[in-house]
């Protein structure tokens, strides 16, 4: 796909958040095509330290979550510095950070400094949580947000004690929701011309994220019963055992459990009538699980998704991690992006799940190394040579 062709093409984007939340928002932006410029603190961002790395400052987490990005660095406690910030300001569209506000405002960067100065920017704070609330300006990451918003304890009925899901979902989730708000400004911006102030909390984004299907009965005021959607905190919700492994299965329409309940060899909980609608059977939820796994260990997992697959039952295997590159669908679909980075040799890219006119969306710039652009975008923002020796100098 030409550059020119992507949805986000010409739209510039300071992203000067750190750790996945916001630089995950950051990367699907610079995916869409936008050019997207990390202004990071000397030393860069912490996540340049975690997991495997070819390179000091290029380890795996950060890799995951800065493609199509390109970095400068920036002191903004130096008044040089943030005098270039301000430079990159005016030729940008969009604003994006996760400093807590009142650290943001002591640097001269809140959102009224900067709107007053270009009404059109959008100017998007990634914070923990709303400013407003008795949680405002206090610090946040993944797993505090996965407490706070009910995501953990949601465990407890199943499992007997609180979890944290073995993945950032409160950082990776509102990543997408940051997206989405900056998108909306964006095209309200085409529409009035008028920029703005676009708030992003996790503890909200997660809490409505996590609401949607728990909420329950606490929709109504007084309630009509508790919260919770009883099939998903069912403690038979998981992965079935078979005689050589686990797959999952999820028959969910009438049809789909008759044709289960057929190639099980128990024709007969068909017409069981806490089976028969989706009604009953979400007041069965439990016992619908236990009777639905009692026959699975007599057929290995291959048998059995061949049998429920012919009967057009929702299943598939349940791959490892280390077991993605070599799923069938994922080759298939050139979902692992073979890629040579200029540093890193040869890697892969794990593609969006995002196609525009079935081509996909390109790398255009390679993950880069700290400060690897700074004396390009600070040029191209208007600074003279000696401003980018003495701001490039003090940096390094």
Request: net charge negative.
């Amino acid at each position: 796909m030409q550059e020119e062709d992507l949805p986000l093409s010409g739209i510039r984007v300071l992203d000067l958040t750190t750790v996945i939340f916001g630089p995950f928002a950051g990367q699907i932006l610079g995916d869409f095509g936008a050019d997207v410029i990390k202004v990071e603190a000397p030393g860069g961002d912490q996540t340049r330290a975690v997991g495997a790395s070819r390179e000091e400052g290029m380890g795996a987490l950060f890799l995951g979550c800065n493609r199509n990005k390109r970095s400068v660095v920036l002191d903004l406690k130096q008044k040089t510095h943030a005098e270039a910030l301000w430079k990159l300001i005016e030729g940008a569209d969009v604003l994006m950070h996760n400093v807590r506000p009142q650290k943001f405002k002591t640097l001269g960067f809140d959102a009224d400094t900067v709107l007053a100065r270009k009404p059109s920017l959008i100017y998007a704070g990634l914070h923990g949580f709303w400013e407003e609330g008795p949680y405002g300006g206090m610090p946040a990451y993944d797993d505090v947000v996965q407490g706070l918003s009910g995501f953990a304890g949601s465990f407890t009925e199943r499992d007997g004690a609180p979890m944290l899901a073995p993945s950032v979902i409160a950082d990776k989730s509102s990543g997408l929701m940051a997206v989405n708000g900056i998108l909306a400004a964006l095209l309200r911006r085409a529409r009035t011309g008028k920029g703005g102030y676009v708030e992003i909390g996790m503890l909200e984004g997660l809490t409505g994220f996590n609401l949607v299907e728990h909420l329950q009965g606490l929709n109504f005021d007084p309630p009509e019963g508790p919260a919770g959607y009883r099939r998903a905190l069912s403690p038979g919700r998981r992965p079935y055992k078979t005689k050589d492994g686990y797959i999952c299965i999820l028959a969910y329409t009438d049809k789909q459990w008759a044709a289960f309940w057929d190639v099980v060899g128990r024709a007969d909980l068909a017409q069981d009538e806490r089976f028969t609608t989706m009604g009953s059977r979400a007041r069965n939820i439990d016992a619908l699980y236990d009777e639905a796994g009692a026959s699975l260990e007599q057929r290995t997992s291959d048998e059995w998704l061949t049998l429920l697959r012919k009967g057009e039952i929702p299943c598939g295997p349940v791959n490892n991690l280390g077991d993605l590159p070599n799923d069938p669908h994922l080759q298939a679909v050139n979902f692992f992006r073979p890629y040579d980075h200029p540093s890193q040799g040869k890697m892969r890219v794990a593609e969006t799940p995002y196609k525009f006119d079935r081509e996909s969306l390109p790398v255009r710039h390679h993950h880069p190394r700290l400060n690897e652009h700074g004396a390009e975008v600070l040029r191209e923002a208007g600074c003279t040579e000696d401003q980018i020796r003495n701001i490039i100098g003090t940096e390094e």
